[in-house]
């Protein structure tokens, strides 16, 4: 087995996605393949559809006992990919529930990838105009965190206030 691995988005830039380590021998074709899909601007329909088959072939190459971690990192990585996606090419805020809700079931790693899936989704009912959407994700993951959150986070609580006024 090669040595432990970190997957990620971009590694030079702060990335939306959560850095997971992943150790089985497949990890280099999965962080190219998850690389293209995070530059991918096709349609939001084709994309998601190749998150989703590039799940399926994770879980056929790596869903073993041995490896159900490394396969729940990855997991995780494509569900926040889904959220990112969606926010990037502007879905419905419908979807991005939907979306986000898949993201919450897979569960975080840490309370800053809780906060970060919660700031896409509400990033995704802020534009879409559908604060009623939200019920209260990113103050509660904010809540939970228990250290200051990242700035950007407070700006963007501030402003679904004021749009529910």
């Known amino acids: 087995m090669s040595g432990a691995r970190q997957l990620a988005g971009n590694d030079e830039q702060r990335s939306p996605l959560p850095v997971i380590t992943i150790s089985n021998d497949q990890d280099d074709w999965i962080r190219t393949e998850i690389h293209k899909l995070t530059l991918d601007r096709r349609d939001l329909a084709e994309v998601l559809s190749d998150i989703d088959a590039l799940e399926s072939q994770v879980a056929a190459s790596i869903g073993t006992e041995e490896h159900a971690t490394d396969l729940l990192d990855v997991r995780r990585i ?3 990919l889904r959220l990112v996606k969606a926010v990037e090419l502007k879905a419905e805020p419908q979807l991005g529930k939907a979306l986000f809700g898949q993201t ?12 970060a899936a919660a700031a896409l989704f509400s990033r995704l009912c802020l534009a879409g105009a559908r604060v009623d959407l939200l019920n209260g994700e990113l103050e509660e993951a904010i809540a939970r ?4 959150p990242d700035p950007s986070y407070v700006s963007l609580v501030e402003k679904i206030s004021e749009f529910r006024r």
């Open 78 to 80: 494509l569900a926040r």
């Open 104 to 115: 919450v079931a897979l569960g975080f790693p840490t309370g800053e990838d809780r906060v």
């Open 145 to 148: 965190l228990g250290a200051a």
